[in-house]
């Protein structure tokens, strides 16, 4: 069976699975509690759950979790060898399709092989420096004027006024800002959808998540197909008209579906992401104050205004917050774990790993390795200096993954990114109380479960 045959057959990729569950008894791991699996201990502490057997078993062991047996590859060299995948051993495809498959359908990272790479090229037009500068304008303006309405002074719940501002940022950067009386909708109906992509119950019955992410989906695909035709005809700069616009290598135009199923994938794949990786930022930039005001430094000495726009040809030149925001994604990627399926045999480290295996690879786990990292729970941008991130194995910080499903989005993330931190270090003082550690939830991405107490005022 090619692999194109394989991806494209669920059915035949389910058998194969359940097959070779059975093939997996040489790989170090054992099933954990009947029926459950390892799935609450898990659920309860990803992180620590992962240390504990990669010191128990090594860096290739066996769980059973979510009705799944999955074998995780941990360390550098098996991030290289599932992301690069040379050999087109691991289908990204029959990985995600558990998780995103109903409500994100034939996204890019649920498409595989050479049709990947063709859809792939079609959407790289959205993210051309031209696109990306209309983008800024947009974000620029919407920074600005969300953050004018954040409280100063007293404690602040940061999480979710990031969520709402980075919604709000998509609803104009990613749909324009024309949306008029069907925003909040199609704002709501896109949330529904992404709480639904990790419920734990994968049934849309009535009133439960899927059951609401389902309809979620329905007031998306709607709105989207209605608007293909008005985008064309008018015009305009934000992602989806790009889209609307985007053309096949023979110069045809998207259909209709396709366009729907990448626009929907594309506000899933940024929304949680950003919300999550701003959040950390922030958290960092308090807990360390010396490093908000080294950043700070930055932007001052940049003469610019400090209420100006951020312009698009300067983004460049902030150096060390790019450096600080990387470092806050290595201590909490936003995606944490990347699923596959092996598609072909293979062998990593002496196991044998049979097709049809669910595969795992932990960024969140490499990014805390001492042998990589020293003392890699300590805050420190300068990690990612030129000379250091240079002497560093390659697939050691992948918060963006990599090959050729490295994040489409990767240079949109930096340019929100530093425009936010533009926008709220020039004006702003960001503080905690002292001793306050927040609680944070790494999974399904991490998040601080108290919401992230900060305080604002006047720098
Ligand atoms: C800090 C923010 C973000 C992080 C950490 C992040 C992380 C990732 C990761 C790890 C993958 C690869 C998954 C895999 O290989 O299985 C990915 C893929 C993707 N991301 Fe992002 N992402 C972020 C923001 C964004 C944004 C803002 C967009 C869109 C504007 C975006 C669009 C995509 C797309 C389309 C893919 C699929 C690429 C493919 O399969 O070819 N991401 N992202």
Redesign the pocket.
């Given at each position: 069976m090619s692999v194109q045959t394989l991806s494209n057959r669920h059915g035949s990729a389910h058998d194969l699975r359940a097959a070779s569950a059975r093939a997996l008894a040489h790989i170090p791991g054992d099933d954990g509690w009947p029926i459950i699996g390892h799935t609450l201990t898990l659920l309860a502490d990803p992180k620590g759950f992962v240390e504990r057997r990669a010191q128990r078993y090594g860096p290739v062991y066996r769980t059973r979790a979510f009705g799944q047996i999955n074998v995780t590859l941990l360390g550098p060299e098996a991030n290289e060898l599932v992301?690069l995948d040379s050999q087109k051993l691991f289908s990204?495809a029959l990985?995600?399709d558990i998780l995103l498959g109903r409500l994100f359908p034939r996204?890019?990272?649920l498409l595989d092989f050479d049709e990947?790479r063709l859809h792939?090229r079609a959407?790289s037009v959205a993210f051309k420096s031209g696109p990306m500068q209309s983008y800024l304008a947009q974000l620029n303006a919407g920074i600005a004027k969300g953050l004018a309405q954040w409280p100063r002074g007293g404690q602040f719940k940061f999480y979710p006024a990031i969520k709402q501002l980075t919604l709000d940022l998509a609803a104009t950067s990613f749909l324009g800002d024309e949306l008029g009386p069907e925003l909040e909708t199609v704002k709501r109906a896109f949330i529904a959808m992404v709480a639904a992509s990790i419920a734990v119950i994968r049934v849309p019955a009535p009133g439960t998540r899927m059951g609401r992410g389902v309809r979620g989906r329905a007031v998306i695909v709607d709105y989207f197909t209605r608007q293909i035709p008005l985008r064309r005809e008018r015009g305009g700069e934000d992602?989806f008209s790009q889209l609307c616009r985007a053309a096949w290598d023979d110069g045809s135009l998207l259909s209709d579906a396709d366009i729907v199923d990448h626009m929907s994938?594309?506000m899933m794949?940024?929304h949680d992401?950003?919300t999550s990786?701003l959040t950390s930022f922030v958290y960092q930039l308090a807990a360390n104050p010396n490093w908000q005001e080294n950043v700070r430094q930055e932007l001052r000495g940049m003469g610019l205004a400090a209420g100006e726009p951020i312009p698009f040809a300067r983004l460049d030149d902030l150096v060390l917050t790019e450096m600080a925001f990387k470092e806050a994604?290595r201590l909490a990627?936003?995606?944490p774990s990347?699923?596959r399926t092996a598609v072909r045999e293979l062998e990593f480290m002496g196991f044998r790993i049979p097709v049809g295996t669910r595969v795992a690879i932990n960024?969140l786990y490499t990014h805390h390795m001492a042998e990589l990292w020293p003392e890699p729970e300590r805050y420190d941008p300068m990690r990612f200096d030129v000379e250091a991130s240079r002497a560093r194995h390659k697939f050691a910080y992948?918060?963006?993954?990599g090959g050729?499903?490295?994040?489409?989005?990767?240079n949109?993330?930096h340019m929100?990114a530093k425009c936010f931190t533009w926008h709220l270090l020039n004006a702003l003082e960001v503080s905690i109380a002292p001793g306050y550690h927040p609680d944070w939830s790494m999974w399904p991405i991490p998040y601080p479960r108290d919401g992230l107490e900060v305080t604002l005022k006047p720098a």
């Open positions: 992301l990204s990985g995600w996204g890019l990272m990947h792939r959407l992602l994938f594309l794949a940024a992401t950003l990786s994604m990627p936003p995606v990347l699923p960024p992948v918060p963006f993954g050729a499903h490295m994040c489409l989005g990767l949109f993330a929100q």
